[in-house]
């Protein structure tokens, strides 16, 4: 079985400060993990993605995120928030293959006051 | 840049009625999916598909759901006999084979089913 974990339902930050959304997650054997962002009445849209190789992966609009495999964590963070930044984010892990289920995390709410 | 699209974007149906959700998946994309998101909860799966038959499913897809690609570019999910409890959001989601650096779903816009 496999499961992720975002402890915060929202994170509130002020625009131009650093931000960091939490995600854990458990799974069978090597994780592929995913970060998704949902805007209010859109789908879900693909921020970043971890396979293999550097911990550290960069993605959209200046996010990135930091796989660690010993504590089973893969935060996304991004150096200077932006008002716009303010969505519902989601964590996925699936295992490793292409068509493999996407398992998600219950959401993080970020929002960003000026 | 391709995206999935989905119709419609809302649908009202009533209950013991059937519904069929449409997607056009990316064009050369070959593993499709559906997953749902109730009111305020988290993102759901429901089924995956590939070559033309269901790879996984999961338990909320009994025998009320049925997926099909009647097509190369349509990919459908039935609801035999609506529930109320089957008002959410449905999203479709492709990907491509995976031999590539893709690994990445991604979502249509998703179809809000309201069932009265």
């Known amino acids: 079985a496999q499961s992720v974990a975002q402890p915060e339902d929202q994170v509130n930050v002020a625009e131009g400060n650093p931000l960091t959304v939490k995600c854990t997650y458990s799974?069978?054997?090597?994780?592929?993990l995913f970060w998704y962002v949902q805007y209010p009445n859109r789908g879900l849209q693909f921020l970043l993605k971890?396979?293999?190789?550097?911990?550290l992966v960069k993605g959209s609009y200046g996010f990135e995120a930091e796989f660690n495999k010993s504590q089973t964590s893969f935060h996304l963070k991004k150096p200077s928030a932006l008002v716009s930044d303010s969505a519902l984010y989601f964590c996925a892990v699936s295992l490793t293959g292409g068509g493999n289920k996407l398992t998600f995390g219950t959401g993080t709410q970020l929002k960003v006051e000026l | 840049e391709p995206e999935v699209t989905q119709t419609p974007s809302h649908q009202v149906t009533q209950m013991g009625q059937e519904v069929i959700l449409r997607c056009v998946p990316i064009?050369?994309?070959?593993?499709f999916y559906w997953y749902r998101q109730i009111l305020g909860q988290k993102v759901e799966f429901l089924v995956s598909f590939y070559n033309n038959e269901i790879s996984e499913k999961s338990e909320i897809f009994d025998d009320q759901f049925s997926v099909e690609r009647p097509d190369g570019s349509n990919f459908t999910l039935k609801i035999r006999s609506t529930k109320l409890e089957d008002s959410a959001m449905y999203f479709c989601a492709s990907s491509d084979r995976g031999y590539t650096s893709s690994y990445e779903q991604y979502f249509g816009p998703g179809t809000r089913l309201t069932v009265t």
């Open positions: 799974v069978s054997g090597n994780p592929y």
């Open positions: 064009s050369n994309h070959l593993y």
């Open positions: 971890y396979i293999t190789g550097d911990n």
